[in-house]
């Protein structure tokens, strides 16, 4: 099975694990001390935050050694009405950009800025949200119905206005969506050929292959061609020698 997230572990564990037992407070340093009680753990941890500042600290000290914010402190964040967790406690290795850096091409030159792509995104997600935010709230109304169309309409016009003129220009577009392939030639600092040529592999001998059996009348027929020589055992001339000869066989075994 898929081992579940820490942070998923961790904020299930604040809801339903963890509880405001006590609350001092600090007028002198603006600092609230909590106890929560861990009933997984069945212990008590402080949780010292700083509203004004929004910092947070526990006696657990998980984000300290893990960089991830404990069960204790997204309790107390839940109980104070936080809607969002502080973004100095959101590491960049646990999110999109811990791999997003500057890629260069081979001449030295900067190709593309990953950030800047994922806070592009980040600002058309945040687009899509308001918008359908907007429609939801003047969907009951005709009057505020036909207001926000004409607005965007009228938007619409203008940036087909400018985006227009920037053609014309011979500049990029606002309105253009660069392709795949373009996208992954800028990301490789190289074009896509125009055409690619496959040719098959080389033929290879598979290793600890064995050698081809020779038929027995192509190799009677192969020795059969030798020059003949003078066998030392029997004195005649013939395909054999003294080691292989059949007479000098047939004294051995009568020995």
Same mark, same amino acid.
């Given at each position: 099975?898929?081992?579940t997230?820490?942070?998923?572990e961790?904020?299930?564990?604040?809801?339903? @694990?963890?509880?405001?037992?006590?609350? #001092?407070?600090?007028?002198?340093?603006?600092?609230?001390y909590?106890s929560i009680?861990?009933?997984?753990? %069945?212990? =008590?941890?402080?949780?010292?935050?700083k509203?004004?500042? /929004?910092?947070? =600290?526990c006696?657990?000290?998980k984000f300290e050694r893990?960089?991830?914010?404990? &069960?204790?402190a997204?309790?107390?964040?839940?109980? &104070? $009405?936080?809607?969002? =967790?502080p !973004?100095e406690?959101?590491?960049n290795?646990w999110?999109?950009?811990?791999t997003?850096k500057?890629?260069?091409?081979s001449?030295g030159?900067?190709l593309t %800025?990953?950030? !800047?792509v994922e806070?592009?995104?980040?600002?058309?997600?945040?687009?899509?949200s308001?918008l359908f935010?907007c429609? @939801?709230?003047v969907?009951? /109304?005709?009057?505020?119905c036909?207001e926000?169309?004409g607005?965007?309409r009228?938007?619409?016009?203008?940036v087909?206005?400018?985006?227009?003129v920037?053609?014309?220009? $011979?500049?990029?577009?606002?309105g253009?969506?660069m392709?795949?392939?373009?996208?992954?030639?800028?990301?490789?600092?190289? /074009?896509?050929p125009s055409e690619?040529?496959?040719?098959?592999p080389? #033929?290879?001998?598979?290793k600890?292959?064995?050698?081809?059996?020779i038929?027995?009348?192509?190799?009677? $027929?192969?020795?059969?061609k030798?020059?003949? &020589?003078r066998?030392k055992?029997?004195?005649e001339?013939?395909n054999?020698?003294?080691?292989n000869?059949?007479?000098k066989?047939?004294?051995?075994?009568?020995?």
């Amino acid at each position: 099975m898929p081992q579940t997230p820490l942070t998923m572990e961790e904020l299930k564990a604040a809801c339903f @694990s963890c509880d405001v037992e006590d609350i #001092q407070k600090d007028p002198e340093h603006a600092i609230q001390y909590i106890s929560i009680i861990d009933r997984e753990r %069945d212990k =008590v941890y402080v949780v010292g935050l700083k509203t004004d500042e /929004s910092k947070i =600290v526990c006696t657990c000290k998980k984000f300290e050694r893990h960089g991830i914010l404990c &069960r204790h402190a997204l309790c107390v964040l839940r109980e &104070r $009405g936080f809607k969002k =967790v502080p !973004s100095e406690y959101l590491i960049n290795r646990w999110s999109k950009l811990a791999t997003c850096k500057h890629i260069f091409s081979s001449d030295g030159q900067l190709l593309t %800025d990953c950030r !800047s792509v994922e806070v592009q995104k980040n600002k058309v997600s945040e687009l899509w949200s308001e918008l359908f935010t907007c429609v @939801s709230v003047v969907e009951q /109304s005709p009057v505020y119905c036909d207001e926000l169309l004409g607005m965007l309409r009228g938007f619409k016009e203008r940036v087909l206005a400018v985006t227009s003129v920037i053609d014309d220009s $011979g500049n990029s577009g606002i309105g253009k969506k660069m392709d795949k392939n373009a996208e992954i030639g800028m990301f490789l600092g190289t /074009s896509l050929p125009s055409e690619i040529k496959v040719l098959p592999p080389r #033929q290879c001998k598979n290793k600890g292959s064995r050698k081809r059996l020779i038929w027995q009348r192509k190799k009677a $027929g192969e020795v059969s061609k030798r020059p003949l &020589r003078r066998c030392k055992a029997c004195g005649e001339m013939a395909n054999h020698d003294s080691r292989n000869c059949d007479k000098k066989t047939t004294d051995d075994d009568d020995e």
